[in-house]
């Protein structure tokens, strides 16, 4: 068990982040877009000329569509939700896992998409059900830590490979709660197994990508952007009513490739809907509607795997844990 705090860049980077917002944002994109160009191209010619649709990469399935935070780069923060409420039914849930373990999925899967999990009250045992169905499976969950104390770390610990809180401020210090579990984890590690536990420190006023536009801190109806994406080729992104959405991005929850209320989900991954998007998208974001503004980056994680993917590594599901947790 390890538990450790990360900072993007440090102090610098912080401070790039508060005082230099717009800089460090596009700064941060051109680096990340040149330095994955090669290996982006490479994983959707291995994608698109496959003889079977290779598994997701990661799946994200979010089982309730709201969220307590109040970040100022993300529309589903509780001060701009505008999305109908939406909770995932247990039939739907449990039809999903069913249905990865008898495609024997063995990627990453989290049970959050733009939401907060903890919302949701039956979170523990959602992700007891996935241990024990994807044994296999690298499950990690995302969390702004406001409702987390000592007590649930140790209720999700027996069933994540990783616990990621996300801790949102504007003074680079970690919440009360969170300095709680923090102290507590460093003085009782052998209480947590093998579980790397992740406080990555983050600036709740960031500038970070426009997310298809719907990012409230930062708009694009202009400039087209003209890289491919990751997204359609590595994440299935599932909402709480079954259907299946191109990505994060879509905050809004507009786009809909498949539902999983009428469609098998191996079916669903490789619907017509999807070739479409993702033939457009191979040859650059411009020739997808939902996409053309957006200039998100793919995370570091999925490019983890992307390369673990191209180095031939795919079956090895240990090495994408270790190269998962660099992140």
Same mark, same amino acid.
């Given at each position: 068990?390890?538990? /450790?705090?990360?900072?993007?860049?440090?102090?610098?980077?912080?401070?790039?982040?508060?005082?230099?917002?717009?800089?460090?944002?596009?700064?941060?994109?051109?680096?990340?877009?040149?330095? @994955?160009?090669?290996?982006?191209?490479?994983?959707?010619?291995?994608?698109?000329?496959?003889?079977?649709?290779?598994? *997701?990469?990661? $799946?994200?399935?979010?089982?309730?569509?709201?969220?307590?935070?109040?970040?100022? +780069?993300?529309?589903?923060?509780?001060?701009?939700?505008?999305?109908?409420?939406?909770? &995932?039914?247990?039939?739907?849930?449990?039809?999903?896992?069913?249905?990865?373990?008898?495609?024997?999925?063995?990627?990453?899967?989290?049970?959050?998409?733009? !939401?907060?999990?903890?919302?949701?009250?039956?979170? $523990?045992?959602?992700?007891?059900?996935?241990?024990?169905?994807?044994?296999?499976?690298?499950?990690?969950?995302?969390?702004?830590? #406001?409702?987390?104390?000592?007590?649930?770390?140790?209720?999700?610990?027996?069933?994540?490979?990783? #616990?990621?809180?996300? !801790?949102?401020?504007?003074? &680079?210090?970690?919440?009360?709660?969170?300095?709680?579990?923090?102290?507590?984890?460093?003085?009782?590690?052998?209480? +947590?197994?093998?579980?790397?536990?992740?406080?990555? &420190? @983050?600036?709740?006023?960031?500038?970070?990508?426009?997310?298809?536009?719907?990012?409230? !801190?930062?708009?694009?109806?202009?400039?087209?952007?003209?890289?491919?994406?990751?997204?359609?080729?590595?994440? &299935?992104?599932?909402? *709480?009513?079954?259907?299946?959405?191109?990505?994060?991005?879509?905050?809004?929850?507009?786009?809909?490739?498949?539902?999983?209320?009428?469609? *098998?989900?191996?079916?669903?991954?490789?619907?017509?809907?999807?070739?479409?998007? @993702?033939?457009?998208?191979?040859?650059?974001?411009?020739?997808?509607? +939902?996409?053309? +503004?957006?200039?998100?980056?793919?995370?570091?994680? /999925?490019?983890?795997?992307?390369?673990?993917?191209?180095?031939?590594?795919?079956?090895?599901?240990?090495?994408?844990?270790?190269?998962?947790?660099?992140?």
């Amino acid at each position: 068990m390890s538990i /450790r705090i990360h900072n993007f860049m440090g102090p610098l980077g912080w401070q790039m982040q508060k005082h230099f917002p717009m800089l460090s944002a596009n700064a941060y994109l051109k680096l990340q877009f040149a330095s @994955r160009r090669k290996s982006q191209k490479a994983y959707i010619d291995y994608f698109m000329g496959a003889n079977e649709v290779p598994h *997701p990469l990661v $799946v994200n399935l979010e089982t309730i569509n709201r969220c307590n935070g109040s970040c100022a +780069f993300c529309t589903a923060n509780h001060k701009a939700e505008k999305r109908p409420f939406k909770k &995932m039914t247990e039939e739907l849930f449990h039809s999903i896992i069913d249905q990865l373990a008898d495609w024997n999925f063995k990627g990453h899967l989290t049970l959050y998409g733009n !939401n907060e999990p903890w919302i949701d009250t039956r979170i $523990v045992e959602f992700h007891k059900y996935c241990r024990e169905k994807l044994p296999d499976s690298f499950i990690f969950m995302s969390t702004n830590g #406001l409702l987390l104390d000592v007590d649930k770390v140790k209720s999700i610990i027996p069933y994540v490979d990783q #616990l990621i809180i996300n !801790n949102y401020c504007e003074n &680079m210090k970690l919440h009360d709660n969170v300095k709680v579990i923090y102290d507590y984890v460093k003085a009782h590690p052998d209480e +947590f197994g093998d579980v790397e536990i992740l406080i990555q &420190m @983050r600036y709740a006023k960031a500038i970070l990508t426009n997310r298809a536009g719907s990012a409230p !801190n930062k708009k694009n109806d202009t400039k087209i952007i003209t890289e491919t994406c990751l997204m359609p080729y590595t994440d &299935m992104f599932i909402f *709480p009513d079954g259907k299946m959405g191109i990505c994060c991005c879509d905050n809004f929850e507009v786009t809909n490739l498949a539902d999983l209320n009428e469609v *098998p989900l191996k079916d669903a991954w490789n619907s017509e809907e999807y070739k479409k998007a @993702r033939e457009a998208i191979k040859d650059g974001r411009q020739n997808y509607p +939902f996409c053309k +503004f957006c200039d998100f980056i793919d995370a570091g994680l /999925r490019m983890d795997a992307v390369n673990d993917v191209l180095a031939g590594r795919e079956a090895n599901h240990g090495a994408r844990q270790s190269l998962f947790k660099k992140s």
